[in-house]
């Protein structure tokens, strides 16, 4: 499990998990789960249009993805935003579909974008993984107070000077990037449970806001350790250790309080 | 002495109705003064105009220091991992990038204000938690952390019972005292009879201001209605009713309960 073939897979891992754990804990904060979910499944398509046209991944990844949030922050301001994200979401992910099958890598390239080859990553996967695991921890903590005060009560942060569009544009412009990066990695699917199961158990097991980040961020690194571990141990997806141990910790924080 | 607050001439305009017509009045500094009228009457508009959300589309308001704000209602999810005093914290830098390190000194004026609204016995509380009387609590010492020159309230006593009312009037009055303007919006003024001794008393977006006794007079709320208002005292309580000569026939505008 520790031969060096894995080494990457770990610190790939680790860096996903402590990204997803704090962009995590203001996902259920701000009550963005929806586009938590949203902006991965919309970045994939943007994969799915780079093979086609033989470019690097990134890019076609991040331009889907910045354009999630441009579209999310549109949205918002209808009347039914709900309802019109899930059909862009759906629109989007025919559109993947579509790219994937033009490119004639269909069934391969759709399990790899939606639930990642966490035991295939290699030296090439460590770069942007540092850029994420480090950096969006780092720009999230800069934000956690105008970003807490903000989801909490909007009108009284405005009343301080503070743009509740522009925080919205803020946090999801580095979901976007950090679903850009990771999606890769850890699939569409693996960075949104990885997202909300962590950061929805810690809001049960603390009252404060620094120890909820802390917990998140926790949880999320031993659920990603136990499931890269129980991978490769019995030869099944990681995806679904992923989601499992997030559901289990979840309803285990509830039932605790 | 510079007045805590000054309005002159205030139009608002919301959707092509306007909402307040030319309305004027300014408060001395420690002044306690209800914002009364019916629902609907203008009272959010105008103090979301003093605030600055609104933009009036003729007249000024001029305020002589800082101002505190508290809204009617924050809609709290009760598993929000905020406490009370993290929130009363959020009022002193929720709006400064950066990394939230703690402070002593912060920490000691966090708690000073919460046992000066008599809410440190649940500071440790998560927010959503607590009841209607003991989240006005900690949403005044959220407003008064920054020691505001006037104290904007917007119908902090709706829904509270007549208990938590009157210990809430009680703490207000305190602050009045103390020096701060209390401006504090109400569809009821009598809870408030015994602790204002300034009235605004907004009808049909216009306003009449002065002592009690000044303004809640039949002569001036029927100028103000525009019919017949008789104004009727019992049990030292007002009740404000549209007269047989009024145009809505025997219409409560104001209710006592």
Redesign the interface.
Known sequence: MFAPYMLDAWIVATLVALAAGCAGYFVV?R?AGFAAHALPMAAFPGAALAGLLGIARFYGLAVFALGGVAGLAWLKRAQRPDAATALVLVALLGLGALFLSLSGQYSNAVYALLFGQILGVGPADLPPAFAIGLGVPLAL??????L??SA??P????????SGAGLDLLFLGLLAVTSAVALPIAGALLVFTLMVGPAAA???L???????LGLSMALALVIAWAALALAYLTGLPSGFFVGTLSAAAYLAARLKR | MTAALNVEGLRVTLGGREVLHDVGFSLEPGAFCGLIGANGSGKTTLLRTI???TSPSAGRVALGGAAG?V?QK?Q??P?????AR??VE??L????????LPSRARRAKVEEMLAAVDAAGFA????GELSGGQQQRVLIA?ALIRQPKLLLLDEPLANLDLRAAAEIIALLRRVAKQGVTVLISAHDMNPLLSAMDRIVYLANGRAASGTTQDVVRTEVLSALYGYHIDVIRVHERILVVAGEHGAHGHEHVATIP
Not at chain 1, 155 to 162: K, Q, S, T, V, Y
Not at chain 2, 79 to 83: A, E, G, N, T
């Open positions: 904060l009550g903590l800069a934000c956690f107070r105008p807490t005060y909490i009560a009108d009284l942060a405005a009343a301080r000077g503070l810690a809001r049960h603390t009252r404060a806001p620094l120890p909820a | 605030l600055g959300f704000y809204p924050l709290l999810d598993d929000m991992p905020v406490r993290d929130f959020l009022g830098n929720g709006h400064r990038f950066g990394f939230p440790g509380q998560r927010i959220h």
